[in-house]
T-cell receptor, first 112, second 114 residues
Framework: QKEVEQNSGPLSVPEGAIASLNCTYS??????FFWYRQYSGKSPELIMS????GDKEDGRFTAQLNKASQYVSLLIRDSQPSDSATYLC????????????FGTGTRLTIIP | DADVTQTPRNRITKTGKRIMLECSQT?????MYWYRQDPGLGLRLIYY???????NKGEISDGYSVSRQAQAKFSLSLESAIPNQTALYFC?????????????FGEGSWLTVV
C-alpha cells in the first residue's frame, strides 16, 4: 500500500463546475497535509495546507481533512481552464523521524 | 529571480559520466532537499539536509551523493550516471519550523543519460 494514494486520473471537469480531488494516507501519525499544483514540465507550487480536521477555504479552493478516515480532499470551485494541471497531495509526519511523502498526483483537465 | 535556482536546467550526459546538479537559494532556509520525479512514481526524496552539518539519505539515495557547501547551496552528484537516472530533478527548501514546514521547489533540472 502506498503511503499517500491518489487517483491518477485524468479527471475531466467542465469549466465552471466543481473539481473534487481526493487523497488517502496510511501513516496515522501524519500531522500536516499539502496540496501542490504542477503544470507539465514545471515545478510544484503550493496551493493549500491543512493541519486540523474540517475545511479550510482560500478563494476558489477548499481543503478538507478527516484524520479519522485518513482522508484529504481539495475542491476547486468555478473551475477554469488554467486549473488544468496535476495536483499532488503530500503528508507530513513531524518529530525525530520527520518525513514528507507525496502522492503520485491526479491529472485534472478543465473542459471549456 | 527565482528563490531556488537550479543549474543546469537541462543536461544530456553519457552513461558512466559524472554529473553535478547545483542548487542555490535566497530564502534563508536551513533545510534543503533533492527529489527526483518520474512518470507514475511521483516525487521521491533522494537526500536532505537540515543544516550545513547535517546530511541524510532519502528513500532512493543509491547512486547519488550530495554536498552542502553553505546554508544556501546544496549540490547533487551522480558519480557514474546510468540511463535509469534519467528524470526530472528538483531541489527544494523549507523553513522547518511550525506546523507547516512548507516546501518550496526550484524550477527543476531535466537530466537525460544516454
Amino acid at each position: 500500500q502506498k503511503e499517500v494514494e491518489q487517483n491518477s486520473g485524468p479527471l475531466s471537469v467542465p469549466e465552471g463546475a466543481i473539481a473534487s480531488l481526493n487523497c488517502t494516507y496510511s501513516d496515522r501519525v501524519s500531522q500536516s497535509f499539502f496540496w501542490y499544483r504542477q503544470y507539465s514540465g514545471k515545478s510544484p507550487e503550493l496551493i493549500m495546507s491543512i493541519y486540523s480536521n474540517g475545511d479550510k477555504e482560500d478563494g476558489r479552493f477548499t481543503a478538507q481533512l478527516n484524520k479519522a478516515s485518513q482522508y484529504v480532499s481539495l475542491l476547486i470551485r468555478d473551475s477554469q481552464p488554467s486549473d488544468s494541471a496535476t495536483y499532488l497531495c503530500a503528508a507530513l509526519r513531524r518529530g525525530g523521524n520527520e518525513k514528507l511523502t507525496f502522492g503520485t498526483g491526479t491529472r485534472l483537465t478543465i473542459i471549456p | 529571480d527565482a528563490d531556488v535556482t537550479q543549474t543546469p536546467r537541462n543536461r544530456i550526459t553519457k552513461t558512466g559520466k559524472r554529473i553535478m546538479l547545483e542548487c542555490s537559494q535566497t530564502k534563508g532556509h536551513d533545510r534543503m532537499y533533492w527529489y527526483r520525479q518520474d512518470p507514475g512514481l511521483g516525487l521521491r526524496l533522494i537526500y536532505y539536509s537540515f543544516d550545513v552539518k547535517d546530511i541524510n539519505k532519502g528513500e532512493i539515495s543509491d547512486g547519488y551523493s550530495v554536498s552542502r557547501q553553505a546554508q544556501a547551496k546544496f549540490s547533487l552528484s551522480l558519480e557514474s550516471a546510468i540511463p535509469n537516472q534519467t528524470a526530472l530533478y528538483f531541489c527544494a527548501t523549507s523553513e522547518g519550523t511550525g506546523t507547516g514546514n512548507t516546501i518550496y521547489f526550484g524550477e527543476g533540472s531535466w537530466l537525460t543519460v544516454v
